[in-house]
């Protein structure tokens, strides 16, 4: 039987890859409205991309529910999407940022611009506003501009997926966002229990088992009450070492 299960499971997660692949393709016709015309500066345009893309993502994490894929358990969900909200979550998975954009599609995103190359995620990125991560003195205008502006904006603060080992190491570039320009700081702790999708791991080397994600938000942070004694760049250091050791000791 265990034999069984982990076929089917093979089976069901191959066809979730090539699903999500063919909804990609699919996106470029159904977004065309927002990426023939930009979205750029429109939020209203902007929110109705991410409502669309959000229906999609939320029916492919459905699938793979159904499949037994996974299965994910949210806390704290209706916390999200408050305006001027900076949301730092960890990345132990592939699937992170549609586990959470398919449940809390208002949010904004910082993204890797590699994705832009991404047949399946381009036109995503382009109609939502999602952000691209060039680093650059413009991007940075842009991301002070969406929090203040009063959009809620998500960032992986690792800038990559959590390694084997767990331990999470953040770049205090977000964290700095946050003190700067965000209402609130709210941290996201995704657990998942086997770990899987990681970075460099072939699709079909999955686990024994189903996976569980169990995905808490967490209390808020004032970035004010940071800032209150010490400077941008110490309490900027300071948070995040906080937030380093929160979320090691939360997502193990």
Not at 4 to 25: I, K, M, P, Q
Not at 66 to 91: C, D, I, M, T, Y
Not at 193 to 213: A, L, V
Not at 234 to 246: D, G, M, S, T, V
């Amino acid at each position: 039987m265990k034999r069984l299960d982990y076929l089917r499971r093979l089976l069901a997660t191959a066809f979730g890859f090539v699903l999500f692949g063919v909804a990609g393709v699919l996106f470029k016709l159904a977004l065309l409205p927002y990426t023939l015309n930009s979205t750029r500066g429109d939020v209203a345009r902007q929110l109705k991309a991410r409502k669309l893309v959000g229906g999609v993502w939320l029916f492919f994490v459905r699938y793979l529910q159904w499949a037994g894929v996974l299965s994910v358990r949210f806390n704290g969900l209706e916390k999200l999407g408050r305006p001027g909200q900076l949301v730092l979550a960890n990345h132990p998975s592939l699937l992170d940022v549609v586990l959470l954009l398919s449940h809390a599609p208002m949010l904004n995103c910082i993204v890797k611009k590699d994705l832009l190359g991404n047949p399946a995620m381009k036109s995503p990125i382009l109609a939502t506003g999602f952000i691209p991560n060039d680093e650059s003195v413009e991007m940075m205008e842009e991301v002070d501009a969406v929090l203040k502006g009063g959009q809620s904006l998500l960032i992986f603060p690792e800038g990559t997926r959590t390694g084997w080992d767990g331990q999470v190491k953040l770049h205090r570039g977000a964290v700095s966002i946050g003190l700067r320009s965000a209402a609130v700081i709210t941290p996201v702790v995704i657990k998942m229990t086997p770990p899987n999708f990681k970075k460099g791991q072939p699709w079909y080397r999955i686990p024994p088992q189903k996976i569980h994600y169990e995905i808490t938000v967490g209390e808020d942070i004032d970035p004010q009450s940071w800032l209150a004694e010490k400077p941008l760049p110490i309490a900027a250091r300071r948070l995040n070492e906080y937030l380093q050791n929160y979320f090691i000791k939360h997502s193990l």
